[in-house]
Each structure stands twice: as C-alpha cells, then as structure tokens.
C-alpha cells in the first residue's frame, strides 16, 4: 500500500474518522487505518532521512485487531528507534532490568527503547520523543546524565521551541526528570515530550505539515541524543555491564565445553577398559581352548565306558514280532451271547406278576 503513496498530501477527516472508538475493534475498517498508516509512515521516512543516523530504523504498529494491541487499534504508530543491530547489543542488559512476567505480559520490542515517534488518532497528529516505563537503559541513562551535566539538559530543555511540551506541560529539567523518575518507579506509562496538532489544525495544514513535523523532530533530535544510550553515551555502566555479561557467557561457555571434553575422556577410557576386558577374556578362552586341544592329542584313547562295555557283553534279543496287516473292509459283529429267558415270579393264589402301569391290579 505504501507504493500507492509516493508523497504525502495531508491527512483527511476519514483519516481521524476511522479511530473512531466504534471503529476499534471494527475490521472492516483495516483498508482505511492501512492507507492512513502509509501516510504516517511516509512522515516517520523523512524523520528518518532529517536525522540521518544509520543506528535507527522506522517501525509502525499494526493496522489490524488483534492480540498484541487487545483487540483496538485506537491509534496508529510510525517511529523512529534503535536498529535490530542495536537492540541485539543492548539486549542482555534489557532482558535483566525487566523480569520475566513483565517481558510475557508486555512483549512490544518498542516499549524497551527510546522513540521519536509520529502518532495519529481521533483527536489530532502528534510528534515527539516517548520512553516507556519498561525502557529501563534509556531511563537510566537519561538520569545518570542529567546528574553529571545537569547545564547541558537545561540548555537543551531551553531550546526547545514553545509548542513543544511534557505531557501537556511546559518542559522544565525538573519536571523532565521527575516525569522519568515516575515512569522508572512504574507510577506512569510514558515520559513523553511532543508537539500536538489537534484535528482541524493537522487537516488544515495538509502537506505542510510534513515539514512542521520534520522540524519539530528536529529540534527533538538534541534531546533525543542526550538521552539515548550508545556505547559512547553510557552513563549508567551498561558497557560494563554488557562486558561482565559477555565474559560470564564465555566462560559458561569454556565451562561446557571442558565439562563434555571431560565427559567425552571419561566414556573413552571406560571404552578402553572394556574393550581390554574382553580382549583379556577372549584370549583366556583362546588360551583354554588351545590347552585343551593339546591335552587331548598328547592323552591316550580311553577306554569304552561301562554302559557300553556291558551292552557290548549283554545277549543278542529276540528280534520284536512283526504286527499283522490291518483289516479291510468292516470288521465282523460278534455274536452275542444266549441266554435263556426267566420265567415271571407266581404270586400267591397262582396269579402271574404282570405290569399294570399304576392300575391297582385285578382281584
């Protein structure tokens, strides 16, 4: 959609319209909030290209509902912050400042670092510099070195134009740093400094307002600097930090890998003393084995043992009686037996016993 956009134009009403809290959640509006994104990211390439440092990169936040931004899109991004480079070096301090259910809980890789950021909304245009509570080096920094050059912050502080502002506030030192102090403890989201633009003004302006927003960023810029954390703007030991933890790493590391040099020896020599138990064990067998068969060449024949001696002396037995052939065909019946019929008992009276199957019987 950016290549749709080669400059920029202005913003229009529907630019505002669509972060319309009825708009939120509403993903029927994603092709409007994505063509009022390539706006805004068309304002965050020139800050780029006014600023000129090869260490930042432009990044915007995401058009489309979803989990990272709680299902609203209320506003849409485009900002300046460290490049990925620059994070990766940073990254093991970042990662010990903030603890883990933090890190879960709030995982926006922009709310660890400082931003020069271009925001839209509802309500207006906004540009200025943003920390988040969770950027903890930058924070620091910021602290550490308003304490040894507390007359270069209230110089730059001093500088900056009118309609720039601390959270609707003049900017003062003392308010700087007591709005950095609050969001370290947590007490506020952002320490922010910028210069806002409500909706009719922003819509009024149209192009030039590109160029009221490239020099407000850059009279940001020497702020920025002073409180952005470099390797040459360390006021709060974090080379020392970065150096200590690096040297833990290598030796965690020399660590490992004398701990499987040590575990790779131990197999080895566990190996060799198997193997040269067997080697023992199969040349006792070969040895028994050798032994054996000279005993037996240099032995006499033994003589037969008893069982065969005595089946050797036993008489010759009858040859066993060769069975008859089996039958064919059925084999005979035999005749049963006779055997003669016994008269019936003679009851008294001389009347024969007959059955009378449950009759009483006859008188």
């Known amino acids: 959609m950016a290549l749709l956009i080669s ?4 913003f229009g009403d529907a630019d505002f319209d669509v972060y319309r809290p009825a708009c939120w959640s509403n993903n029927l509006h994603n092709l409007d909030r994505m063509r009022t994104k390539a706006r805004v990211k068309v304002l965050a390439d020139r800050l780029l290209a006014a600023v000129g440092d090869a260490e930042l990169v432009v990044e915007a936040s995401s058009e489309i509902p979803s989990v990272w931004n709680g299902r609203q899109v209320r506003d849409q991004w485009a900002y300046l912050l460290r490049s990925d480079a620059a994070r990766r070096r940073l990254q093991p301090v970042v990662a010990r400042s903030v603890d883990l259910a933090t890190r879960v809980k709030d995982p926006a890789e922009h709310h660890r670092h400082l931003l020069l950021a271009v925001r839209i909304d509802e309500a207006g245009v906004e540009v200025g510099l943003r920390i988040h509570q969770h950027a903890t080096v930058d924070l620091a920094n910021l602290l550490g070195r308003a304490d040894r050059a507390g007359g270069e912050l209230a110089a730059l502080v001093a500088a900056l134009p009118a309609d720039v502002t601390l959270g609707g506030e003049a900017v003062t030192p003392a308010g700087l740093l007591a709005a950095a102090r609050a969001a370290q403890r947590g007490e506020a989201e952002w320490l922010l400094v910028s210069r806002t633009w409500a909706r009719a003004d922003a819509i009024a302006a149209a192009a030039e307002l590109a160029e009221a927003v490239v020099a407000t960023a850059e009279a940001l810029l020497p702020l920025f600097r002073f409180v952005a954390w470099t390797p040459d703007n360390d006021h709060v030991g974090v080379q020392e930090k970065l150096e200590s ?23 080895e020599a566990r190996h060799q003393e198997a193997r040269a138990r067997t080697e023992s064990r199969l ?20 003589e037969a043992p008893a069982e065969q001696r005595a089946r050797a002396e036993a008489p010759a037995r009858r040859p066993p009686r060769r069975a008859a052939p089996p039958r064919r065909g059925p084999r005979p019946e035999a005749p049963r037996p006779w055997r003669p019929r016994r008269a019936p008992p ?18």
């Open 245 to 267: 933890i690096a040297e833990a790493v290598e030796h965690r590391k020399e660590e490992a890998e004398a701990a499987r040099d040590a575990a790779a020896e131990e197999r």
């Open 346 to 363: 003679v009851l008294e009276g001389g009347r024969l016993a007959t059955s009378s199957r449950g009759r009483p019987p006859c008188p």
């Open 7 to 10: 400059g920029f134009e202005g």
């Open 283 to 302: 040349a006792e067998l070969k040895a028994w084995k050798q032994n054996l068969r000279v005993r037996r060449d240099e032995e006499p024949a033994a």
